[in-house]
């Protein structure tokens, strides 16, 4: 039995009462797991604890022959204040979520990235000013986590990006100024919604050429409709 924190990526229904979910643990990396019995009426462990991003303690019943592990007990870590009830952190989440998803694939322990999620998840549910900047500077820093940190010219050799020759180097300014932005300053960055979809279609293409298998996120449509 293997007691640790864990981040909600994905989850889908499996049968009329279970639940298959990946999850991201503090002890072991990417993990995948069966809920048996998470939409029953009277079970502890319930389906509406399996939302994107959602902080919480599970007691796992591992195996190394098995690709999924059961959860013999779970609880939330840290209740969220504002992620269930505001529609646009909501959406924030979905899509961060389905990053992780893609990217996080390693079932081994990575403690300092465990870490800056969880802190960042946190900060997320409580933030009150910039909101509509998170997802970038989030992207941005995940990447150094990831081994492929943005250098401080990263746009002016990266492929697949077509820009114009006025706007690359004001982009480039702009991203290296949100990749060391701290998270307490995101109202400092002011962007419209065309410009910040800009940014997040070009950070995502950086994705794209360094993650294998990324492909297209399907929540990122509905993340650029959230901010006017």
Known sequence: MIKTEVIVLSHLKYGEHSVIATLYTSAMGRQSVMVKGAFGKKSPMKASLFRP??????????SARRQ??????????????????DPVKSG??????EVLYRTLREEEAHPALFAFLSQTIQLLDLN??????????FLLR???????SPPENFLLDMQGVQLPASRLTEDN???????????????????NRERRN????????????????????QSADILKTLFS
């Open 173 to 191: 300014a702009l991203l290296n100024k949100l990749l060391h932005l701290p998270f307490d300053a995101l109202e400092t960055v002011e962007l």
């Open 53 to 62: 991003l959602y902080l919480l303690d599970i007691s796992l019943r591992y």
């Open 128 to 137: 009150r000013h910039g909101t509509a900047n998170f997802h970038l500077v």
């Open 198 to 217: 800009e940014l997040l279609d070009i950070i995502l293409t950086y994705y794209t050429v360094h993650v294998e298998g990324m492909g297209e996120l």
């Open 92 to 97: 924030i989440a979905l899509f961060l979520s």
């Open 142 to 148: 995940l990447a150094r986590f990831l081994g492929f």
């Open 68 to 85: 999924l592990q059961y959860i013999s007990d779970m609880s939330l870590s840290v209740p969220f204040l504002n992620i269930p009830y």
